[in-house]
């Protein structure tokens, strides 16, 4: 694309008239005039010709992929190069995705000579998380007189990941680390004397009835005890509601909001991002301990599922499938998932429910679905309090008589909420309701709780 610049306009604006005033002071100043606008034209027209050459001597590289954190600024390294021997002056242009935030329109740059690269930092503030697409690079370079802009495109396809942000949640949770991990100058005891095998030993006198081995015993033909100790590798499951209601908008400091459409704007955060988040720091918090972390993330289908495992690798892969997590307008099947889990998993395990349950449909049919795994399985139920869910004369500021309906409302929410809870004790589920600040920490509770008192 080729666009006139200012100084051709200005020049044209200076020279151009004062040509055509050139026969009004003489007959004979005509073919000077007629000759002094051929002129212009030409050294102009030329200067377009040759500008091409500048053009396609320049190269411009983006990276495959760029990770940055939501709200956090980054930056996308670009490496431009010119293969001409005389220095290059140029603009860059990228079209950045609607949640992508930079205080450029533009940048420019003067390439060096000899055709060596140069390497351009575009700062830029990711405003949500998700998996975002640059799909090209603008190139703007100036003729050699500076009449004319070329502009062209390089189809250059550069991935923006964005990851939530753990920084506060993880300085919330830092202080469970250090006063109940397995080491630390304020290591808490350990209940009981553990449930799994280490070796055989011989008996000694006090040694109870429970604590022999008697396969082992009549195969020796003398008494032989067993030797048990706290579990280390236990396996952590995250179950991740991704369904219509993990979509409600929440904003710190004001009441949630219903929005089908998906992941947070400028200043708001979903449930579905709290639950990734704290989902995220719960799996740091196992590898810490030594145990093995997994996740599941479902709506009427699961549609992501990666086995326990405690490498580092294994929780980059959990993160970058839930990157680009999105709530769908559909309703969570939670019988479909518990099948799933109950023929995944052999091994006993802690499952971790983050979903949302002040529906009255939904609650009971996830109290039938969870009749599949309650007896095989350890199982957590975590949900973000409804901020309407109160008794009814627990407020005592109600601004007017309009707001009666609504806290009768937050009752019978309440109310449904208690009745679940004891329903879901009688299977042995704990439920848990807890605010949006207080989600990480109450989660990482929850774990270590189970952890010290060997439920597993």
Not at 36 to 54: N, P, T, Y
Not at 167 to 194: C, D, I, T, Y
Not at 421 to 428: F, H, N, V, W
Request: glycine share 8%; hydrophobic share 40%; aromatic share 8%.
């Amino acid at each position: 694309m080729i666009v006139p610049t200012s100084r051709l306009l200005v020049c044209y604006g200076l020279v151009i008239p004062l040509l055509m005033l050139l026969p009004l002071l003489g007959g004979g100043l005509f073919a000077l005039a007629s000759g002094g606008c051929l002129v212009f034209a030409f050294v102009a027209l030329l200067d377009c010709a040759l500008a091409g050459v500048r053009m396609r001597s320049v190269t411009v590289d983006l990276p495959a992929f760029v990770r940055m954190t939501k709200g956090r600024e980054g930056s996308i390294e670009m490496d431009v190069r010119s293969s001409r021997m005389s220095r290059t002056a140029i603009r860059l242009g990228l079209p950045f995705p609607e949640h992508i935030s930079s205080p450029h329109d533009t940048l420019g740059a003067l390439l060096p000579e000899g055709g060596s690269s140069m390497r351009m930092a575009w700062p830029c503030t990711p405003l949500r998380r998700g998996r975002f697409l640059v799909d090209g690079c603008h190139v703007e370079t100036r003729s050699f007189l500076g009449l004319w802009a070329f502009r062209r495109r390089h189809d250059k396809v550069c991935e923006i990941r964005v990851y939530p942000d753990l920084a506060k949640e993880g300085r919330q949770v830092a202080a469970l680390f250090l006063n109940r991990g397995s080491f630390g100058v304020h290591a808490h005891r350990q209940q009981g004397k553990g449930r799994e095998f280490e070796r055989l030993r011989e008996y000694a006198p006090g040694d109870g009835y429970d604590e022999i081995n008697w396969k082992a015993t009549a195969k020796r033909h003398h008494p032989v005890t067993k030797v048990c100790q706290v579990e280390r590798t236990q396996e952590v499951y995250v179950c991740i509601d991704a369904s219509r209601l993990s979509g409600r908008l929440w904003q710190s400091g004001a009441g949630s909001a219903d929005s089908v459409e998906g992941l947070s704007g400028d200043g708001h955060v979903t449930h579905l991002d709290r639950f990734i988040g704290a989902a995220l720091v719960l799996g740091l918090a196992a590898r810490k301990q030594g145990d093995l972390f997994g996740m599941a993330a479902f709506d009427e289908s699961v549609h992501a599922f990666l086995r326990a495992a405690g490498s580092r690798s294994h929780y980059t892969a959990c993160r970058e499938h839930l990157v680009n997590l999105c709530p769908r307008p559909v309703n969570p099947d939670y019988e479909e998932l518990f099948t799933f889990i109950r023929l995944k998993l052999r091994r006993r395990a802690l499952i971790m429910m983050l979903t949302s349950l002040d529906d009255p449909l939904l609650a009971e049919t996830f109290m039938r679905a969870m009749e599949l795994v309650c007896h095989d399985h350890l199982v957590c139920v975590t949900m973000l309090r409804p901020e309407e869910a109160r008794p009814v004369f627990s407020n005592i500021d109600v601004p007017s008589p309009g707001k009666i309906y609504d806290e009768l409302s937050g009752h019978s929410v309440w109310h449904n909420l208690r009745e679940l809870d004891a329903g879901l004790k009688s299977r042995g589920v704990h439920l848990s309701l807890v605010g949006h600040e207080r989600l990480c920490v109450d989660m990482v509770s929850q774990y270590m709780n189970v952890k010290q008192r060997q439920l597993l």
